[in-house]
């Protein structure tokens, strides 16, 4: 079992920058990949950065060259450094862990981007 606890999120304007932590703790072998997707509808997720144990990322299309993800493997952490947010990056932001049995989510950290 993997428990992740997210951390970083909150109001900012137009052009600034938040920074997203994720802990991940409990009992499991390897954790293979770590990301944060974005809520897209009541029953879905939309993928905005992964990062696997060898440090291969990949982005949403839509984040690429603003978010930079980032992965501590000795303490099981990963970061989302999110700069220049816009309006459309508003929403809740979910931790997920894969292990090569299962995946795992956060509870969600609420981002917000007004003005």
């Known amino acids: 079992q993997v428990q992740l606890v997210e951390s970083g999120g909150g109001l900012v304007q137009p052009g600034g920058s938040l920074r997203l932590s994720c802990a991940a703790s409990?009992?499991?072998?390897?954790?293979?990949?770590m990301g944060w997707y974005r809520r897209e509808s009541e029953k879905t997720r939309e993928l905005v950065a992964t990062i696997t144990n060898g440090d291969s990322t990949n982005y949403a299309d839509s984040v690429k060259g603003r978010f930079t993800i980032s992965r501590d493997n000795a303490k099981n952490t990963v970061s989302l450094q999110m700069n220049n947010l816009k309006v459309e990056d508003t929403g809740v932001y979910y931790c997920?862990?894969?292990?090569?049995?299962?995946?795992?989510w956060g509870q969600g950290t609420q981002v917000t981007v007004s003005s």
């Open positions: 997920n862990a894969r292990t090569t049995v299962r995946s795992y």
């Open positions: 409990g009992t499991y072998f390897r954790i293979e990949v």
